[in-house]
């Protein structure tokens, strides 16, 4: 089982990116798919969920109107499309699948860093 | 809105047991949260412990172990282990497809 996100790097604040993460190893169709952060020192932050048939999804307060959640399972691969960052947004960003309530299988995480 | 909360910090003797507790800032936990416990150490990815409240995920030992005490979640770990010393995170469902962490549980085992 595999989650391996990329597409973190530095950007400036009010930027835009969008990180990927490409799922293996399991039968990533039958997943929710969930987006979680950590910034340095703090805990972890639930972001986004979007759900196996592509009809929903859900955010945080903290991600409404700028984040953006989406999945090709043609591709098992799930995106997050993060818009006018600010330096709060600064990170370690995971995805994460998960079913029955639970979150089940994480990525190693990648590193978003927004400075001027 | 609504917090969750953890201890910040605890300690515990090789070989001992240490229960974790997971609580609501207004109102109480029960099985309708989810509750469900993360093991987190820094660098590595979240590793998944239990889950549903007490449902052990795939690999991890017996001497974890989760329910519900009064009004809290808990995750108790008997005979802790020189690797069991890391930071713990549980999350909870609120209902409308939102979940909320904890603000995690640094363990220290000495």
């Known amino acids: 089982v595999q989650l391996v996100e990329s597409g973190g790097g530095v950007v400036q604040p009010g930027g835009s990116l969008r990180l990927s993460c490409a799922a293996s190893g399991f039968n990533f169709n039958s997943f929710g798919v969930d987006w979680v952060r950590q910034a340095p020192g703090k805990g972890l932050e639930w972001l986004a969920f979007?759900?196996?048939?592509?009809?929903?999804?859900y955010y945080a307060d903290s991600a409404k109107g700028r984040l953006t959640i989406s999945r090709d399972n043609s591709k098992n691969t799930v995106y997050l499309q993060m818009n006018s960052l600010r330096v709060e947004d600064t990170a370690v960003y995971y995805c994460?699948?998960?079913?029955?309530?639970?979150?089940?299988?994480w990525g190693q995480g990648t590193l978003v860093t927004v400075s001027s | 809105q609504t917090v969750v909360t953890q201890e910040p910090s605890f300690s515990v003797s090789p070989g001992g047991t240490v229960t974790l507790t997971c609580g609501l800032s207004s109102g109480s936990v029960s099985s309708t949260h989810y509750p469900s416990w993360y093991q987190h150490t820094a660098g590595q990815a979240p590793r998944t412990l239990m889950y549903?409240?007490?449902s052990r995920s795939s690999g991890v030992p017996e001497r974890f172990s989760g329910s519900i005490l009064g009004n809290k979640a808990a995750l108790t770990i008997t005979g802790a282990q020189a690797d069991d010393e890391s930071d713990y995170y549980c999350?909870?469902?609120?209902?409308?497809?939102?979940?909320?962490f904890g603000g995690g549980t640094k363990l220290t085992v000495l």
């Open positions: 994460v699948a998960g079913k029955d309530h639970a979150f089940i299988h």
């Open positions: 979007f759900g196996t048939d592509r009809t929903y999804d």
């Open positions: 999350v909870l469902y609120m209902g409308g497809g939102i979940w909320v």
């Open positions: 549903t409240t007490n």
